[in-house]
């Protein structure tokens, strides 16, 4: 099991990295739906009920994912933070009350083990890369964003990216996918 979600997270990192290439690209339109996710949370984060799970031993990664959730919202955000040996990721999904992604964000960061800093009691590896992307899910249309919000037009790439980030959405889910519909039903 290990070893497939080796692959996952190489192909999924690939992908990313496709993302951060030249590809066809437009300027992203302020309408487009899934951005307004991360506008709303970021100003209402207080309304939120917030539930912390571990998702230690995901392969090489340890980490947590955080739910956010709230009866005045009509969707929850799963924030998953997984912390690698030469690159942590900060994937998260904005979904409806039954874990329909309707909008995610991925960054990777890349770092260099061998320059760190101290603060406090804390060492921090030098960031030598940071790859962001997001997926909006329109009705029946998806759609690829890079880390400017430029929309990425290669159907292939937003095909590959859209499988990539479902199949680790649902991976990650798998353990706590009844306590989460739960607490969310029940909020």
Not at 82 to 111: A, E, M, P, V
Not at 120 to 144: C, F, G, P, Q, R
Request: aromatic residues 12%; hydrophobic residues 35%; charged residues 25%.
């Amino acid at each position: 099991m290990k070893i497939i979600r080796t692959i996952i997270l190489i192909i999924i990192l690939l992908g990313q990295n496709s993302c951060a290439k030249e590809h066809k690209k437009k300027a992203t339109d302020p309408k487009i739906k899934g951005f307004e996710f991360i506008e709303d949370f970021s100003l209402n984060k207080s309304v939120f009920n917030e539930k912390l799970f571990e998702a230690n031993n995901y392969s090489n990664y340890n980490g947590e994912l955080k739910v956010f959730f709230s009866k005045e919202k009509n969707y929850i955000i799963l924030d998953y933070i997984l912390f690698g040996s030469d690159h942590n990721l900060y994937l998260t999904y904005w979904t409806n009350k039954d874990l329909k992604i309707k909008f995610s964000r991925s960054i990777t960061q890349y770092l260099n083990k061998g320059n760190t800093h101290k603060d406090k009691d804390e060492t921090y590896a030098e960031v030598t890369a940071v790859i962001s992307s997001y997926l909006s899910y329109e009705n029946s249309s998806i759609k690829l964003y890079d880390g400017q919000k430029n929309e990425i037009l290669d159907a292939s790439i937003v095909d590959i990216q859209k499988k990539q980030s479902e199949t680790f959405f649902n991976d990650l889910i798998g353990d706590n996918i009844f306590s989460i519909h739960s607490m969310v039903n029940n909020n």
